[in-house]
């Protein structure tokens, strides 16, 4: 007999990039031994397969056929998550900073969000998921029994991408310009029309900008006991 997938528990976590969500979101993953989504990739796979297709990304309509024809997989290697993309490894391309603002500008088109609805909801299972993205408490999980907006302002946001790129070895870093983008980014993520960025009214909302990553974990996780979503 089918299960209602609905029945396994998901803890969302929402917020802009560089609030560090991604770390968090592994973190509890771990911790819980729920699966993971990492829906920005969707994005972001959905962003690479246009421009690898010489597709212009103003056309929304070709865009949104990408979305709907994806053909991708997330394989479990031995130490990390590989991303596939018609076969090809493209775990390193989809962090590309070109391919995150491509991301951002399809992300706004409804077609495309709405193709990649189902494959979201598809990695609800058991025992449960801990969903990183922008609308995964208002949207794609509104029936979450965990939800968290995970911010932090944008100057903190952008040293710590500074800071990863230098960790990366890379020279002349133009931190206005990290910071320029951001902004441009985060304004983009929460004036669209099709599910903007926003905490639900359920949300715990929790700023990073002076909290631990371990502060947060310990928040989430106490909400998490509190609620009690682990299977025994
Ligand atoms: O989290 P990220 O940087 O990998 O996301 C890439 C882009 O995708 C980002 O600009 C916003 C968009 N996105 C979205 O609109 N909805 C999601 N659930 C996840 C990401």
Redesign the pocket.
């Known amino acids: 007999m089918m299960m209602n997938n609905k029945v396994f528990p998901v803890i969302t976590v929402?917020g802009p990039?560089g609030s560090g969500?991604?770390t968090i979101c592994r973190l509890l993953a771990e911790a819980t031994g729920f699966s993971l989504l990492?829906?920005?990739?969707?994005?972001?796979l959905t962003?690479l397969a246009a421009i690898r297709a010489g597709v212009d990304r103003d056309n929304e309509e070709t865009v949104t056929s990408i979305a709907q024809s994806l053909n991708t997989e997330f394989k479990l290697t031995p130490t990390a998550i590989a991303v596939m993309l018609d076969g090809d490894d493209v775990t390193q391309d989809?962090?590309r900073e070109d391919v995150?603002?491509a991301?951002?500008?399809?992300?706004?088109y409804p077609g495309v969000?709405e193709a990649?609805l189902n494959r979201?909801r598809d990695f609800r299972q058991q025992p449960g998921l801990v969903?990183?993205?922008?609308?995964?408490g208002t949207?794609?999980f509104p029936d979450a029994p965990i939800k968290v907006f995970l911010t932090a302002s944008a100057q903190e946001r952008a040293n710590r991408r500074v800071k990863q790129l230098q960790e990366a070895g890379e020279e002349n870093i133009d931190k206005a310009k990290i910071l320029a983008d951001i902004q441009a980014?985060d304004e983009?993520?929460s004036s669209?029309a099709a599910?903007p960025?926003k905490p639900a009214d359920d949300a715990l909302v929790l700023d990073s900008t002076s909290l631990s990553i371990t502060d947060v974990f310990e928040t989430i996780m106490a909400e998490v006991y509190s609620r009690n979503i682990l299977q025994a």
């Open positions: 929402d990039s969500k991604g990492d829906s920005g990739a969707l994005y972001r962003a989809i962090r995150g603002m991301a951002s500008k399809v992300a706004a969000r990649l979201q969903a990183d993205g922008r609308d995964m949207v794609v980014r983009r993520d669209r599910a960025l």
